[in-house]
């Protein structure tokens, strides 16, 4: 079992940065205090810290701990101070083993996709002289979270669900990088059957707690543990495992009654083999699927109405097949948001936001992008990620800056974007579709007129 130290910077007399009433060596124990909780809850390791409270500790002090314990991994967690924004990483500018900068670039990039959502600032990864890198006998990382004198980086320090999701990445990457195995949850004796009452089904790890902890005040014992279904990780809220499927049963009307709707029961474990279920199929008109229409096509129908609408259609048309998606009636929900590109709505055409996304009232008028081509690609990953439980092609970075906040797979067809895309709009989807079957009579009347144009030059000949 590998051993990691994780060391929350500065404490006791020495409070790092502070600005206003706020202490850096705070926000340090409180981020490290939650990756030592997802590594212990989600992997085997021994997971140790220079300190659990306000204690104030030498850099040296630091250093010989980890060296001591023979520590396989050494992470110094800081917020940064004087005038920047953003995450950072380091590792010794002096020699160090290829595994301590294969370790940054893992640890680095699950921190980065992790806090895109909020539009953290990337400042990279980078190297510096600084002591507990220097004197440490392991590979050694720290991490500089965000600014603690910067006004958008306080606010998200001081925001719960942040904090969480980014001590969740730092232990997601950490594990990733040491390859520390992952906790299971017990497996039934070989031919038996074991009926688990879950309790609830979370992709954040934070609700599954908060599940957890109204069953526990209700007298019923919790127990978490994560799966992954479909490339996608999920904790589930295990409220009971049975061998008698009618006991399992009963405890999952129990929980019912305590107001929990979506509990269920899953099985694992059999005495005899069976097939795996046969996947239910999509109802609707997929979002995943070809483009049919032309390109030149969709800019003419569109032009019907409004002559000055930008050429977009080879956009939608090129990019759409690196998804997967159908580009047409992506290009027609995009004819559906900015009525036809004359942008009448809170969107501006300068924004290049073809998609309304973000814009969620009055006055919010949504993200923006730099190019029209950005902003088509924005339109499509936005769309995969409710599409798509895969992860996305790397052929773009991701611009889309909500698609981290999707439940992805959830409306794999048009329709099922109602109540998603556009709320509460119960009938979104079918005025989506509704003009794309326009812009379908359209294309066949272009292409019938030019089968005309041959006939009568062929007659001509």
Not at 186 to 193: F, I, L, N, S, W
Not at 400 to 419: C, Y
Request: charge should be negative; hydrophobic fraction near 35%.
């Amino acid at each position: 079992m590998k051993t990691i130290v994780l060391d929350p910077g500065h404490g006791g007399r020495d409070t790092g940065a502070t600005y206003r009433q706020y202490r850096e060596k705070d926000f340090n124990l409180e981020v490290s205090l939650q990756v030592r909780k997802y590594l212990l809850n989600d992997y085997s390791a021994n997971v140790l810290m220079t300190r659990t409270t306000d204690k104030t500790l030498t850099l040296g002090e630091r250093t010989t701990f980890a060296n001591e314990k023979n520590a396989d991994f050494f992470c110094s967690i800081h917020h940064n101070a004087a005038g920047g924004r953003g995450f950072e990483s380091f590792i010794y500018n002096g020699s160090v083993p290829e595994s301590t900068k294969r370790i940054q670039d893992i640890v680095h990039q699950e921190i980065v996709y992790t806090v895109n959502r909020y539009n953290v600032v990337n400042r990279g990864q980078k190297r510096a002289n600084f002591y507990v890198l220097r004197n440490t006998e392991m590979d050694a990382l720290l991490l500089e979270i965000l600014f603690i004198d910067n006004e958008q980086d306080l606010k998200l320090m001081l925001n719960d669900q942040f904090v969480d999701d980014v001590a969740n990445a730092t232990a997601q990457g950490i594990a990733k990088a040491l390859s520390l195995p992952r906790k299971k949850t017990p497996e039934p004796p070989a031919g038996k059957v074991l009926y688990k009452v879950i309790a609830g089904s979370f992709k954040e790890k934070k609700n599954a707690e908060e599940r957890a902890a109204f069953l526990k005040e209700k007298g019923i014992e919790p127990y978490i543990y994560s799966v992954t279904i479909d490339g996608s990780l999920f904790y589930r809220v295990q409220a009971g495992a049975y061998a008698d499927k009618e006991n399992a049963e009963d405890q999952e009307r129990k929980v019912e009654q305590l107001g929990i709707k979506d509990a269920f029961i899953v099985t694992e474990g059999t005495s005899e083999p069976s097939e795996p279920p046969t996947p239910e199929p999509v109802k609707g008109y997929t979002i995943l699927g070809p483009t049919l229409i032309q390109p030149e096509n969709l800019n003419l129908f569109v032009k019907k109405v409004n002559p000055n609408a930008p050429d977009l259609g080879a956009l939608y048309d090129e990019l759409s097949r690196v998804y997967g998606i159908r580009g047409d009636v992506a290009f027609a929900q995009a004819v559906h948001e900015t009525n036809y590109f004359r942008f009448t709505g809170v969107v501006e055409p300068g924004q290049n936001n073809y998609a309304g996304i973000g814009a969620t009232g009055p006055n919010e008028n949504g993200a923006s992008f730099a190019t029209p081509k950005e902003g088509v690609l924005a339109h499509l990953q936005h769309l995969f990620a409710y599409a798509s439980t895969e992860q996305p092609p790397d052929e773009f970075d991701i611009v889309d800056p909500r698609f981290s906040l999707v439940n992805r797979g959830s409306a794999k067809s048009w329709t099922q974007l109602n109540g998603k895309w556009a709320v509460p709009g119960t009938t979104y989807g079918q005025q989506i579709l509704a003009l794309y079957e326009k812009m379908i009579d359209f294309e066949i009347n272009q292409v019938n007129e030019h089968l005309d144009r041959l006939e009568k030059a062929k007659q001509q000949i």
